[in-house]
Structures are given as C-alpha cells and as structure tokens.
C-alpha cells in the first residue's frame, strides 16, 4: 500500500482524484489546493480525506510516500523539486516542465534519489493508441511514411500556457511513443494569437525525423469542431485513430505501389503510360478493449513505485517531448 497525496484539484484533478481513491494499492491521504472552493469541493465527495492548503504539510508528512501534482504547468518544477528532495516519487501532470533544463533537474534528482518521477502523458495508457503502436511496431503499415493530428475545438481557454503546449503534449507523446522516442531532426511551429494577445490560439507544428519521417501536429482551441483524430500513413497500410468516433481505430489497406516492368524505360511524357499502382482494399475497424486510460495509468505509477513495472513515461520520454515543444530539438 502506498501514501499519497494530491496537490490541485481543479478541472483536471477530480480524475486524477476519483482515480487514486478507487485503486486498492495506494490510500490517498492528503489533498492540498489553495483555493478555498476546491477543498470544499473535495471534502464534500471524499469525507474520509484530509484537505489543506499547505503543500508544506504533505511536504513534511514521513507517512507519505508520493504525490501526484495537478496544478498549473509554472509551478510543476518547483512543486516537483521539492517533494523529489523530500523524498517523494512524483506523477506530474502535463506537461513535466517548461524546459528541457528543468526536465533534466528532475531527472537527475529522481535518479539520485531512487524515485520514480513520472509525467501524466495519459494517451499512452490509451488501448486504441496501444493498438496502434502494435501495428507499427509488427511492421502491419509497413515503413512509417507520416504522421498528422489535430486537436481542435471550441475549447477552455487558458491563460498560462498557448494551444501548443496545452493540447500538442498529448499528440506529441503519442507521435514519439509510436515512433520508439526518437530525435527528432527539427521542429517548426507557425501560430496566431486571436482571443488573448499574445497566446496563440491555434499553432500548426511540423516535426522532421530521421528516416524521411515527417510529422504535423495542428491544435486549436478555436475551431467549429471537436476533432481528436490521428492519421500515420504507412508504406503498406494507414491507419485513422479517431479517439471521438465509435471505432477508435480504421486500417486502411491502401497505397501507392510502383508498377515494376523489368527492362521497360519509364516515360513520363506519355500519359498512356502506367508507372504505378493504387491499391484500395479492405477497411478494418478492429474491436478495442478499452479501459480508462487514468485508470491504468495510476495503476502503472503505483507498480512502478513498488518495483513491479518500469516507468514509460517517465523524464526520457518526458524530455523528448518538451525537447519537441520549446523547439530545442539537437540539443
Ligand atoms: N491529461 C489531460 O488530459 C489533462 C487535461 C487537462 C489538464 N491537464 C493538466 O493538469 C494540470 C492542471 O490543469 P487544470 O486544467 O486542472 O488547471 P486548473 O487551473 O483548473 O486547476 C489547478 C488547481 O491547482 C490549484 N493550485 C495552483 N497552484 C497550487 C499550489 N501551489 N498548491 C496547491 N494547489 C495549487 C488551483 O487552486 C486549482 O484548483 C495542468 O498541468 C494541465 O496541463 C491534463
């Protein structure tokens, strides 16, 4: 059994919350927010947990034995470095930090502490984006040509971070996860600023990989449409996660074959002249077991904290993607 608390309970913390209380290998404890509305909130729905706003008191608490930290991105390092010192394993929520240096602090002192520090990357606890790492990784699509998302809709406006590093962490982790965390060559980002001067409301990133693999990465939280769709196109097949639609995942036996004719010159003036092939078969729409991503997600923290399951997102898959965000990539 494992002590934890939480720090920030505002409008992604109550998963997180219902989450933690529900798993039978941890108890959580301690629930810190500063403001006076979500500690009500929170003792209204758990009675049984002590709620405070001092992170200071979970902090000093020896009887605690991780945290899980769901406050706004500026305060994650400093909340994170904190419990790390005190000898606290640490889930943070999305993204880890602001910079690769501070990815790195936490990583140096997770390893010298012997903590497991984790970043709440959630997509990857997701079995519709597990299935599709399956089949790349089986070789089903072939050689991954590109990768596209969007993440689009007419959404909650926030003023601490931009569209990018609010939404695209989510595509991001999944786009590196998919690939086997590579370095990236470049990232590029192009976005505009409408609702809020100078937070951009709608950013198109493009990412470059070795192997002539590209991806592009469009989020917005000013758009007509609840969009939360994926695309990888492969040399063999291609594959559609739509993670709103009923079947999350559609494989698409289609592509572009070369028309191999031994010995024949290829003419590319004449019209009549065939040089490749379409292939359009079936479409596959898999069945998908799904389970509640926080939910397996807690599970994966808890059983890295006890040693039975090594971390997969923890500060290297964590660095990749802030690497990708704050366009340090090379470095
Ligand atoms: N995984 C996902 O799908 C997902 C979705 C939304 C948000 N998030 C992430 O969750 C985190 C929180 O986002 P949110 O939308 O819930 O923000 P929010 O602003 O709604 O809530 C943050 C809460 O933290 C509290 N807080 C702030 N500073 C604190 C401190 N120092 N000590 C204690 N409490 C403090 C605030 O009072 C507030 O209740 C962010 O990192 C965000 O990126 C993840």
Not at 28 to 50: C, F, G, I, M, N
Not at 218 to 231: A, Q
């Amino acid at each position: 059994m494992v002590n934890i608390a939480q720090i920030g309970v505002g409008y992604w913390g109550p998963n997180l919350l219902r989450n933690l209380v529900a798993n039978k290998n941890c108890c959580l404890k301690t629930v810190v927010d500063l403001s006076p509305e979500r500690q009500a909130y929170v003792k209204s729905l758990y009675p049984q947990v002590h709620v405070t706003s001092s992170v200071e008191e979970v902090i000093n608490d020896p009887t605690i034995q991780a945290l899980v930290i769901s406050t706004p991105v500026a305060t994650h390092f400093d909340l994170a470095m904190k419990a790390l010192e005190a000898g606290k394993h640490i889930l943070v929520e999305k993204p880890l930090a602001r910079s690769v240096a501070e990815v790195d602090e936490i990583a140096r002192l997770a390893k010298e502490k012997g903590l497991t520090a984790m970043v709440g990357h959630t997509f990857l606890f997701n079995d519709a984006v597990k299935y599709v790492k399956k089949l790349i990784d089986s070789g089903e699509l072939g050689d991954v040509r590109y990768i596209y998302s969007q993440r689009l809709n007419l959404g909650r406006i926030r003023s601490d971070v931009d569209a990018l590093w609010n939404f695209a962490p989510h595509d991001i982790s999944i786009i590196q996860y998919w690939l086997g965390d590579p370095k990236p060559i470049s990232a590029t980002r192009q976005g505009m600023d409408f609702v809020q001067k100078g937070i951009e409301d709608v950013v198109f990133m493009n990412i470059v990989y070795p192997k002539k693999i590209m991806a592009h990465v469009h989020v917005s939280w000013l758009d007509p449409h609840k969009v939360r769709c994926m695309t990888v196109v492969g040399s063999k097949k291609m594959v559609v996660y739509d993670d709103v639609a009923d079947n999350k995942i559609a494989i698409f036996d289609k592509g572009i074959d070369a028309k191999a004719e031994l010995g024949k010159k290829m003419d590319f003036d004449n019209p009549g002249f065939v040089q490749y092939n379409h292939r359009s078969g079936d479409v596959l729409l898999p069945q998908i077991n799904f389970q509640e991503p926080l939910k397996m997600e807690i599970a994966h923290y808890i059983n890295c904290i006890l040693g039975k399951e090594t971390c997969i997102t923890g500060p290297d898959h964590a660095r990749g993607v802030i690497q990708i965000l704050s366009l340090e990539c090379g470095k």
